[in-house]
């Protein structure tokens, strides 16, 4: 009898251990699943946050840009403003004829020993021509519209955007205009937006970005960033500007 009550003892024990041994299982897998819905959350975050502030699409072909451009060691606190610009492929000026080809567009600022940081084609792709820490040569002989600097290049981004007077940028391209600005704005203390018509000396040296609804990407910057500054300047010969 004796022995039995021990052989039953013993099962009852065993059982037990076995119980909680699977209890112990249950209670580490859904710790494993809350880390994971923890990392889906945050994706989810970030996926919202795209949709605010579109993914960049960004190509890198500094490697390729051996030109146009002077190395430096720039910090946030040098870079205060941002250049946009607009740039097209002459074909043929005597024909008038030019087109948008991206490489005919390299090849002219190759040509002119000139460059911008970024350039965005017609579907919206952004190429990354020129490091950020590194002065491109985009603005030329430049100054802000309030006589407080001259000769931009130091202290500026440059954005070309390939259009024309005729064919001003894509929603394509005014989406990614709007998401680069803003995506340079966050790492930087961005004090000026401007066009290159804004800042080329002496005014009307210069009347690019062409075909720009230039009060819709300030507007969309200023929302986010609305202590930026922006100018408005007629230009003579660019009578697109409003």
């Known amino acids: 009898m004796g022995k039995k009550i021990f052989l039953f003892a013993?099962?009852?024990?065993?059982?037990?251990?076995?119980?909680?041994?699977?209890q112990n299982g249950q209670k580490t897998q859904p710790n494993t699943e809350n880390r994971i819905s923890a990392t889906d959350t945050l994706n989810t975050q970030h996926s919202t946050s795209d949709n605010q502030h579109p993914t960049l699409n960004i190509k890198d072909i500094t490697s390729q840009v051996t030109w146009g451009y002077r190395q430096e060691n720039r910090t946030k606190n040098d870079i205060d403003i941002i250049v946009v610009h607009s740039n097209y492929h002459v074909v043929n000026q005597a024909k008038q004829q030019f087109d948008f080809d991206v490489d005919g567009c390299i090849k002219q600022f190759k040509d002119g020993g000139t460059s911008a940081h970024y350039m965005i084609t017609r579907d919206g792709t952004i190429l990354k021509m020129v490091?950020?820490?590194?002065?491109?040569?985009?603005?030329?002989?430049?100054?802000l519209p309030d006589g407080s600097r001259k000769w931009l290049n130091a202290s500026s981004i440059g954005i070309e955007v390939i259009s024309m007077k005729r064919n001003g940028p894509t929603e394509a391209q005014y989406r990614a205009l709007d998401a680069l600005i803003k995506d340079i704005c966050s790492r930087y203390d961005i004090k000026y937006l401007v066009r290159h018509s804004d800042i080329?000396?002496?005014?009307?040296?210069?009347?690019?970005?062409?075909g720009m609804d230039w009060k819709r990407v300030c507007d969309n910057v200023k929302a986010k960033y609305p202590n930026i500054t922006t100018y408005n300047i007629p230009v003579k010969n660019n009578p697109q500007f409003k």
């Open 10 to 22: 013993l099962l009852i024990a065993v059982s037990t251990t076995a119980a909680g041994c699977k």
């Open 131 to 143: 490091d950020e820490k590194n002065v491109a040569y985009h603005a030329g002989k430049s100054a």
């Open 200 to 210: 080329a000396t002496p005014l009307g040296r210069k009347d690019d970005p062409w």
